[in-house]
């Protein structure tokens, strides 16, 4: 700083590269500076000292008065601490403070929401919903005309329901089961049951009659693939976790293909099994001839290994009419309530609408997508408005990898910082055990605050990682994201199985897991700010 620098110059030139706030607000008095005092330390001595001089600034005194005031607060500020980062943290402090009082504020809210879904006259009524769309409507396969007529069903509830309602158009895949069995023609005769797998080639219309191979694993048929030539390989993989052992399905028929194989047959993924084969989609490789695959039960997977085991000969004629036609035209389903403040900005709830063509895709994802309109019926009936937007969207072409909400995504990204945070129950709507979100540090803060207005709920967890396959593309964007965690050991018995039927669902777990998607959604949709990114 120059010497001879005039006063006033010198008291700016001080503010300037002053990083005290005590030492700003003091010079930009004396300056009469318009400043703002949010990360003002609250201390007894300084709201003193500011108040003196608000005293000195109200009276009518020498601007030489107001310096010599100034210049004895710069001097009793002497061996105060100097560094930004104490003040920061100060202030990042109070901000946590804050959050938390705001959060807290929502506990009636949260109470009243809770009391309708599960005591009041809202109670049962998701459960309701479902079972007279899946009863209506059955299973909804991506390209059928049932997920057509699901669609319009949805639409036409969800505007009678007060709710502002919208199809987005998208393109999905259209892959047709047709008629197919499978039969063990020796050593014994014995059908086997079966579920085409998603997107497989069908057989010859006489079908294939081949001699059968038993692995255990990639590894095994990696070292004897001599022997696959010719074969229906059958895999007989333990079940280890759905997300290791879905490989067997998704890649099976490729891997078995690439040493020769004519058909694979893919015990199904699952714990559990009564017989009953779970069909799912799967990927060819390109390069690589494609050849028809389908699922078995673990009991026929397990029975064929037994017989290879004792050294016997097992041959299988396997009969497939499966197709697959042009990408068929599709909607995502869209219904919200605007914010009052800023409906530019989202907090998105989701369930996919499509199911696979068996059962009635009750628990996969009809309840998913029940308790995401549920949540936003819930926040109406009560007259609430959030700040921001609450909008659920009810994905098509999910089982065939998030194809419809891909393409959402694609559409909406130029607005990606107007996303506050993407929800989706995609793992079945059994009673919730804690809510899973993936997010900043200061993200989580801030959601281990709103969980805990769970309390009535006895849901007050929030786990690391949130997931779903159609929320997936917006967290890795950045967007915070949040699942429902659900009692879900039974999920994989039922998963794509003509058991997945309104049997498997419970009325009240709908209403515990509908409230708690509505809490959480409105909350977070009503705050002052958007999580931090």
């Known amino acids: ?68 005031v100034g210049i004895f607060m710069l001097k009793s500020l002497e061996g105060r601490p100097q560094n930004s980062t104490i003040v920061r943290n100060e202030f990042n402090s109070n901000a946590r403070k804050d959050v938390a009082a705001e959060v807290a504020g929502y506990a009636d809210v949260a109470k009243q929401i809770i009391d309708l879904a599960v005591f009041g006259p809202a109670r049962n009524r998701s459960y309701r919903r479902l079972a007279d769309f899946t009863d209506t409507i059955g299973n909804r396969v991506s390209g059928s005309l049932n997920l057509e007529m699901a669609i319009k069903y949805m639409y036409k509830a969800m505007m009678l329901d007060g709710l502002d309602v919208h199809l987005e158009p998208v393109k999905i895949p259209h892959w047709v089961r047709g008629k197919e069995s499978a039969v063990m023609t020796s050593p014994r005769t014995k059908n086997l049951a079966i579920l085409g797998l998603g997107s497989s080639v069908g057989t010859p ?44 399905r998704a890649f099976g028929a490729s891997e078995a293909s690439k040493f020769g194989a004519v058909a694979t047959l893919i015990r199904s993924i699952t714990p559990f099994s009564i017989n009953s ?35 016997q000969r097992i041959t299988v004629r396997l009969t497939m009419a499966a197709k697959t036609l042009p990408d068929a035209d599709s909607f995502n389903t869209v219904a ?68 419809g909400a891909q393409q959402y995504y694609n559409l909406h990204k130029v607005n990606l910082s107007n996303f506050d945070m993407v929800m989706e129950s995609d793992m079945g709507t059994f009673s919730p055990v804690a809510l899973q979100f993936t997010g900043s540090v200061a993200a989580q803060k801030v959601m281990e605050k709103v969980v805990k207005l769970l309390a009535p709920l006895n849901t007050t967890k929030l786990e690391t990682h949130g997931e779903g396959t159609d929320i997936s593309p917006w967290m890795q964007a950045g967007v915070p994201g949040a699942s429902l965690h659900v009692a879900d050991s039974r999920y994989f018995w039922f998963h794509h199985t003509e058991a997945d039927t309104m049997i498997v669902q ?13 809490v959480v959604a409105y909350v977070v949709a009503d705050l002052e700010d958007m999580l931090p990114k």
């Open 205 to 248: 219309p006489e079908g294939i009659e081949a001699e059968v191979m038993v692995v255990g694993s990639f590894e095994e048929l990696k070292r004897r693939a001599s022997e696959a030539t010719g074969k229906i390989v059958v895999f007989n993989q333990p079940f280890v976790s759905y997300g290791v052992t879905v490989a067997y």
């Open 336 to 403: 919200e309530i605007k914010g009052w403040q800023h409906p530019e900005q989202v907090v998105l709830l989701s369930g996919h609408l499509d199911s696979w063509d068996v059962g009635q895709g009750a628990m996969d994802d009809g309840g998913g997508a029940m308790v995401s309109w549920e949540a936003l019926s819930l926040i109406k009936q009560l007259g609430l408005r959030p700040r921001r937007t609450m909008r659920t969207v009810l994905w098509t072409g999910e089982e065939q990898g998030g194809v």
């Open 1 to 68: 700083m120059p010497r001879h620098m005039p006063l006033p110059l010198n008291m700016l030139a001080l503010t300037a590269r002053s990083n005290n706030p005590q030492v700003i607000y003091i010079i930009s008095f004396i300056f009469g500076v318009t400043i703002k005092t949010e990360a003002f330390p609250q201390n007894t001595s300084d709201k003193a000292a500011i108040m003196a001089c608000g005293m000195a600034r109200g009276g009518k005194v020498s601007l030489l008065f107001s310096i010599l």
């Open 277 to 311: 084969p779970h069909t799912g989609w799967q990927d060819y490789q390109d390069g690589v001839k494609r050849i028809p695959t389908a699922c078995i039960t673990i009991e026929d997977a397990e029975l064929m290994w037994r017989i290879t085991q004792r050294g």
């Open 506 to 518: 419970d009325p009240r777990d709908m209403n515990l897991c509908s409230a708690l998607w509505a």
